[in-house]
């Protein structure tokens, strides 16, 4: 197991109904220890995984989901073929029961098939389980997902919005990275990944420090922490986190949300098309273009355009919706020159 000397900082006493702007504006993970303790759902795995899975099933409208298939020498790794041409798990469309009977099947195991459901919408797979199962955001309306396997590894990653992620069954351990170690984590391609995000390519089981010696320097300031069931974790917009479900049964139920206006696009975009515009100019041009983004973007504020009249700033003047559609309409038509 990795040395990690830093731990996820701990809040105990709030419950589902206690997200105050501390946590849900924080810069820093958080471990929100106990807040989902009295879900029914978290009080039948407390008791055992079948009677988790009873629980759970009571809400299944035979829905089908997508879920991972992987071998048992995958060892719960989601993650590349040895080529990365393809990966090692196989996708299918299952009805949701069928991937509970298999976890069923396979819970003695000591290495068992890899079996994994992810990111799939509660709502609709299990209409009614938010109705006792479920946390207050106030003003937000984050988007509730369920993560449903064995003990699978999900690599490094991260995600634009904002997370709360909450152990509902099985335990689970969360290794965290702050934005700027990216260099250090050894990404793999952007456009080819498993479940549609860029990862580390450091197997964090077994790390091959020959190939990739920064790691150490990631670890530094890497941040653990482990969530029993009813435990929740608060994870910042972009910080990298590696996954690991402990337990041959496990469920985690996360919501996540933006703190910008909807009508923002995804900041990957800009990324996918500064990778098309920029990045392969001559080094003086690439060198002036950055310091317009700092000019722009990164350094802003309100002394960048106040020689500017107000009514005469146009798209340098707050964005709003109106604003961002036409400057939608405007990229588009560009980009279908």
Request: charged share 25%; glycine share 6%; with cysteine.
């Amino acid at each position: 197991m990795l040395d990690i000397k830093k731990k996820v900082r701990e809040i105990r006493g709030i419950g589902p109904h206690g997200l105050s702007d501390e946590i849900l504006l924080s810069t820093e993970p958080l471990l929100l220890k106990g807040m989902v303790g009295d879900w029914p759902m978290v009080q039948a795995a407390k008791i055992s995984a079948q009677d988790a899975d009873r629980y759970l099933r009571q809400f299944n409208q035979d829905e089908t989901v997508g879920a991972f298939f992987g071998e048992p020498d995958s060892q719960g790794r989601v993650y590349y073929n040895e080529d990365l041409s393809g990966f090692n798990y196989q996708p299918v469309i299952v009805k949701l029961d069928q991937v509970l009977d298999k976890l069923q099947q396979h819970l003695a195991d000591q290495q068992s098939p890899a079996f994994y459901v992810g990111s799939t919408p509660v709502d609709k797979c299990l209409p009614g389980f938010r109705d006792e199962n479920d946390i207050e955001f106030g003003d937000i309306d984050p988007l509730a997902s369920i993560w449903i396997g064995n003990r699978t590894r999900i690599a490094a990653h991260f995600d634009v919005p904002d997370n709360v992620a909450c152990c509902a069954a099985g335990r689970r351990r969360f290794i965290l990275f702050p934005p700027a170690e990216i260099s250090n984590l050894y990404v793999g391609p952007l456009d080819f990944n498993p479940g549609g995000q860029t990862i580390s390519m450091v197997d964090f089981n077994q790390p091959d420090y020959e190939k990739y010696p920064r790691f150490r320097d990631a670890l530094q300031n890497a941040r653990v922490a482990e969530l029993e069931p009813g435990d929740a974790i608060f994870i910042p917009s972009m910080w990298w986190h590696h996954v690991e479900a402990l337990d041959n049964f496990n469920v985690l139920i996360n919501y996540w949300w933006r703190q910008s206006p909807s009508f923002m696009d995804s900041p990957a975009n800009v990324l996918e098309h500064a990778l098309l515009s920029l990045r392969d100019l001559p080094p003086e041009q690439r060198a002036a273009w950055h310091e317009i983004f700092k000019f722009y973007i990164f350094e802003y504020d309100e002394e960048s355009v106040g020689h500017i009249p107000g009514d005469r700033r146009g798209v340098l003047a707050p964005i709003d919706d109106a604003m961002a559609r036409r400057l939608r309409a405007k990229l588009l038509k560009k980009l279908n020159r």
